[in-house]
């Protein structure tokens, strides 16, 4: 008999936050199945980015367990096994806070190829990567301040990207940026998905983009008892009556 296939990305209620007197998220329990693409919908100030940086491993909660592939989260930040950290892919509303500014753009999508012993692949991978992304030329080789956010964005993606993670944490990846850039991450996104098989979790205020990008949203409601009301909604199938 085979067994089921374990979630990409399962969180177990989580209460978490920055004051244990007075957590942002109580007992929140969310589940992105294997190749699954779910988006996070609510108010602001709800604790969607917090969720996204706990599902990430990059904030420890107050209580409750993250599972990657049906494997306990290990630790989190610092503390988390590499092959956990690198499962997971984050990309954050601003690049300028997310980037390292001393970085040209190539340096910068090649951080983490480098940061897991991988120099020989970074040329290649980071030109490869650059390129899914739509960048090439002598963009590559300026500062984030010398490029636009669309641009910067573009090469955080694929900073992102770079490890072909499992999962795929998108916090209002494209919450700056205009509609045909949007359109164009979100396409490489979902080629990645595609090719991969990777999940996703889109966390943002736009919903219709991420009715439109996810296979279910769900949504978080205000204050305390964000955690009991998580709310899914499953994205209606395309409508291929004859018109
Ligand atoms: N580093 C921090 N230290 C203290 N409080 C924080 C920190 N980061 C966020 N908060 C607070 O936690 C709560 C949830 O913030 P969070 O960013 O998770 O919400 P959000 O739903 O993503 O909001 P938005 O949609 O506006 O981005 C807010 O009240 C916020 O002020």
Redesign the pocket.
């Known amino acids: 008999m085979t067994r089921p296939t374990p979630p990409a990305l399962e969180l177990r209620e989580i209460t978490a936050?920055?004051?244990r007197a007075a957590p942002?998220l109580r007992g929140v329990s969310l589940t992105v199945g294997e190749g699954e693409a779910v988006g996070l919908l609510?108010?602001?100030?709800?604790?969607?980015?917090?969720?996204?940086?706990v599902a990430a491993l990059l904030h420890r909660p107050f209580a409750g367990t993250v599972h990657l592939g049906g494997a306990p989260a290990r630790g989190f930040r610092h503390r988390a096994p590499r092959a956990q950290r690198t499962a997971v892919g984050v990309v954050f509303?601003q690049p300028r806070l997310a980037a390292d500014p001393r970085l040209t753009l190539a340096s910068l999508i090649a951080e983490p190829l480098r940061a897991t012993g991988r120099r020989a692949e970074a040329a290649g991978r980071t030109e490869e990567l650059a390129r899914s992304v739509g960048l090439g030329g002598d963009l590559l080789a300026r500062r984030p301040h010398e490029v636009s956010d669309g641009q910067l964005q573009r090469a955080c993606l694929a900073r992102a990207l770079a490890l072909r993670p499992r999962v795929l944490v998108c916090?209002?990846m494209t919450a700056m940026l205009d509609a045909s850039t949007t359109a164009a991450l979100v396409a490489v996104v979902e080629d990645y998905r595609e090719r991969s098989g990777a999940a996703l979790l889109a966390?943002g205020?736009d919903r219709t983009l991420l009715e439109r990008w996810c296979d279910r949203t769900v949504e978080?409601a205000a204050g305390a008892e964000a955690g009991t009301a998580l709310r899914s909604a499953r994205r209606a199938p395309a409508d291929t009556s004859a018109g």
Do not use: I, N, R
Not at 42 to 51: A, E, I, N, Q, V
């Open positions: 936050g920055y004051d942002v609510g108010p602001s100030g709800c604790g969607k980015s917090t969720l996204a940086k509303q916090d209002e966390v205020h978080m």
